[in-house]
């Protein structure tokens, strides 16, 4: 396969996401506490995960955008306890503080630098990560989230969006990701290549169908394999 650009994920394939997650949830938490402990009392941590939920189940229409997904859970937190004027900017920069101080894998930061300097690399990811926040934003030539986009992974628009802003056909961009369904399934089916971070060494799911291309362990064997061929 001739390879031109690459797209990666985000969560779980270069950091662990949930450490980051919980934190978040931990310092929304604190936060409420302070400020508004009738809230916090009202909606501890399961209580808010739950509504959040709930959102998502009933606003279909935003499954592309976790953001608003939390600004309409916290607002509605707030209406519960009958505060209209709720703080969702200020609660917004809470969880995003947290949210991006993730720790990365020990290869993803190499790895990065390596690909970078030989292709053109593109993030592509369902999350509302901020590479900036996190640092590693001069690492990749174009970002494209779900949120921007529309839709989510699997669906071929966003693989399809991601090849228009590198400017290279499908079958010349190599996905990179961890999750079996929405990066290999996806990208497959628009018609990337496919590279699973199968960091824990799991068989490929047979009900799947067609195998990735490749299933690595981490992204060194990525690096590897990829200056192997040039």
């Known amino acids: 396969m001739q390879i031109l650009a690459i797209t990666i994920d985000l969560d779980d394939t270069l950091w662990p996401v949930m450490p980051a997650l919980e934190r978040a949830d931990r310092d929304i938490n604190d ?19 739950e509504l959040r939920a709930r959102v ?3 606003r279909i ?8 997904q939390r600004y309409i859970t916290m607002q509605r ?6 505060i209209s004027e709720a703080p969702l900017d200020a609660m917004w920069e809470v969880f995003a503080a947290a949210r991006n101080a993730v720790e990365l894998y020990p290869d993803a930061l190499p790895a990065l ?10 993030s592509l990811t369902n999350g509302n990560a901020d590479l900036e926040r996190i640092g590693l934003h001069l690492h990749f030539a174009h970002r494209i989230c779900a949120r921007d986009v529309g839709v ?4 071929a628009r966003i ?14 961009i190599l996905h990179v990701g961890d999750d079996p369904v929405l990066d290999v399934v996806g990208a497959r089916e628009a018609g990337m290549r496919t590279a699973w971070i199968n ?11 067609a195998a990735p291309d490749l299933d690595l362990r981490d992204l060194a064997g990525l690096v590897q394999w990829l200056e192997s061929r040039t």
Do not use: M, N, S
């Not at 936060?31 to 995960?49: C, G």
């Open 77 to 82: 937190a707030f209406d519960a306890c009958g």
């Open 113 to 122: 630098e390596r690909l970078c300097a030989a292709w053109p690399v593109a």
């Open 159 to 172: 693989f399809f969006a991601a090849a228009q802003k590198l400017g290279v056909a499908p079958e010349h």
């Open 31 to 49: 936060y409420l506490r302070q400020h508004y402990p009738e809230v916090a009392k009202t909606w501890p941590i399961p209580a808010l995960r």
């Open 61 to 68: 229409d935003l499954a592309h955008d976790f953001t608003a």
């Open 152 to 155: 989510l992974k699997p669906d």
């Open 199 to 209: 960091r824990a060494g799991h068989p490929w799911p047979a009900a799947l169908g």
């Open 56 to 58: 998502a189940a009933e």
